[in-house]
């Protein structure tokens, strides 16, 4: 399988070890929500058909897929997306470096403590919500994140995500990078 041959568990090991070594709040918090088990981590042959249907009725162009995915269907869906999550299942594609395995899983569980019901309704809370994903990702690997970063990082949202730069540009988004201790 597609999966077995990039060594999607061993990877994900990896990317644990990496968030682990890592001491900024971000990575730790990672951990905990993958470790506390509030979230599974799942390969993308694993992906149910209404979470795969949930993210996608946004979409204009829907493509329709067999499930449990082939390994030429999760390569088709990878193109698209590396990484995804529904309640409370994180789905990552085969992916074969570890480093970045990490950083998709410090994307994603930022969704997820984010996440609220509508919060993906308008381009701009779309938007936001990319924004503070992918804002996690450089906080974590990135120890001189910038403004200057910040403005680059906007642009580069709206051009991967394919949404409009929202009329108040410099707005911060929303919500929550980490959690207390507890
Ligand atoms: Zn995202």
């Given at each position: 399988m597609y999966e077995l041959r990039s060594n999607w568990h061993g990877v994900f090991k990896k990317a644990l070890a990496i968030l682990k070594a890592n001491k900024h709040p971000i990575a730790q918090t990672t951990v905990a929500v993958i470790e506390g088990k509030e979230v599974q981590v799942l390969p993308?042959?694993?992906?149910?058909i209404a979470d795969y249907n949930a993210g996608q009725k946004?979409?204009?162009?829907k493509k329709t897929f067999e499930f449990p995915l082939s390994p030429k269907d999760i390569k088709k869906i990878t193109e698209d997306f590396i990484g995804f999550f529904r309640g409370k299942r994180i789905y990552i594609s085969p992916i074969d470096d570890p480093l970045k395995f990490a950083s998709v899983l410090v994307h994603e569980v930022n969704h997820y403590i984010n996440?609220?019901?509508?919060?993906?309704?308008?381009d701009e809370q779309k938007f936001l919500e990319e924004l503070r994903a992918e804002m996690a990702e450089a906080l974590v690997f990135k120890p001189h994140f910038t403004r200057k970063n910040l403005k680059d990082l906007r642009e580069t949202v709206a051009a991967n995500y394919d949404l409009p730069m929202p009329a108040t540009p410099n707005k911060l988004p929303p919500g929550i990078f980490t959690r207390p201790k507890r």
């Open positions: 993308y042959s694993q992906m149910r946004h979409k204009n162009k996440d609220k019901e509508g919060n993906y309704e308008t």
